[in-house]
């Protein structure tokens, strides 16, 4: 079966703080992908990033950076220097096998407040 | 084109009653999924269709629940003899198959959000 488990069910940090949002995930499976998710008030869920199961590089996207880490089947999202305009909920994702289908399970998300 | 856009954005039904929610997918995508989100959790995938077949359902889509797309651009999720259980954010999104070593990332509606009182 497949989980992703998001431990942190809200953060709140003041602007320009650093935050990492924390993401662990189960998969029997060799070969996946990773995904990140940003979900405004709005209600829509936004695309941040995909990672397959293969590259286990970082990224770093201008204030944001993913660190995935497989020996501990770890997906960590890191804000740095926060802005208020940061705050929603952030989902992490696994699709279980590359099948084409975007078909995703998701962690129950993190809920984050940037106070100015 | 604006996105995917969701039809309507609100419902508010008493139980037992039936409802169609609607969802248009950009318009080159012909996958297109369902999600049911309920409050302070993640989404949950319940069913896709790449044009007008109807590809998965999940086991979370029960008899009451069906879905359709038939002419592979639009799709009507409908829920029948509403339970207070089926209140959720109901998300629809879409994308392009991978072709060509490219991805496209779905993209997603703004969601139906179901009250059943």
């Known amino acids: 079966a497949q989980k992703v488990t998001q431990a942190q069910t809200e953060i709140s940090v003041v602007e320009k703080e650093d935050v990492t949002l924390d993401c662990v995930y189960e998969?029997?499976?060799?070969?996946?992908?990773l995904f990140w998710y940003k979900q405004p008030p709005s209600g829509e869920l936004v695309f941040l990033i995909r990672?397959?199961?293969?590259?286990?590089q970082n990224e770093i996207s201008g204030r944001y950076s993913w660190n995935f880490q497989k020996s501990t089947s770890s997906f960590n999202f890191t804000i740095t220097a926060s802005q208020v305009v940061d705050s929603a909920v952030y989902f992490c994702?696994?699709?279980?096998?590359?099948?084409?289908?975007?078909?995703?399970?998701f962690g129950q998300g993190t809920r984050l407040t940037i106070n100015p | 084109d604006t996105g995917v856009s969701q039809d309507p954005r609100h419902k508010i039904t008493k139980r037992g009653q039936n409802v169609t929610f609607r969802c248009d997918p950009i318009?080159?995508?012909?996958?297109l999924y369902w999600y049911r989100q309920t409050l302070g959790q993640g989404p949950e995938f319940l069913t896709y269709?790449?044009?007008?077949?109807?590809?998965?359902k999940s086991r979370l889509l029960s008899d009451r629940f069906s879905a359709e797309r038939p002419k592979g651009s639009f799709s009507t999720l409908e829920i029948q003899r509403t339970e207070q259980g089926d209140s959720a954010m109901y998300l629809c999104?879409?994308?392009?198959?991978?072709?060509?070593?490219?991805?496209?990332?779905?993209?997603f509606g703004q969601g139906t959000r179901l009250t059943v009182v």
């Open positions: 994702a696994l699709e279980p096998l590359i099948q084409g289908a975007q078909k995703l399970v």
């Open positions: 998969t029997r499976d060799t070969t996946y992908y």
């Open positions: 990672r397959n199961s293969f590259d286990e």
């Open positions: 318009s080159e995508h012909n996958r």
């Open positions: 269709f790449q044009n007008e077949a109807q590809l998965e």
């Open positions: 999104a879409s994308n392009l198959p991978p072709g060509q070593g490219m991805w496209v990332e779905a993209f």
